[in-house]
């Protein structure tokens, strides 16, 4: 996804579980910024930095429509 400058569109996203009580339910996604990398990458680590509190899921920095960054950040482990 590209502005109309032809640069990448940058968002940061938060999520919260729709049921706390069961995961596999899924979760609520909310847009909290869309701008410049520059903007939304200090969005990212003011939102990084209250997730916990805020009871968000994940927090996810896209770019063009990719993930860029998370929180919690991915461990590479699997069950």
Avoid: H, I
């Avoid at 995961?23 to 869309?34: F, Y």
């Amino acid at each position: 996804m590209e502005s109309l400058d032809g640069e990448s569109q940058w968002e940061v996203v938060t999520a919260k579980p729709v049921n706390r009580g069961d995961a596999g339910d899924g979760a609520s996604e909310d847009v909290v910024a869309r701008g410049s990398e520059d903007e939304c990458r200090r969005v990212f680590a003011d939102t990084v930095a209250v997730a916990a509190a805020e009871d968000y899921q994940y927090v996810v920095l896209r770019s063009g429509g990719q993930d860029v960054d998370s929180w919690p950040p991915l461990t590479g482990w699997t069950c």
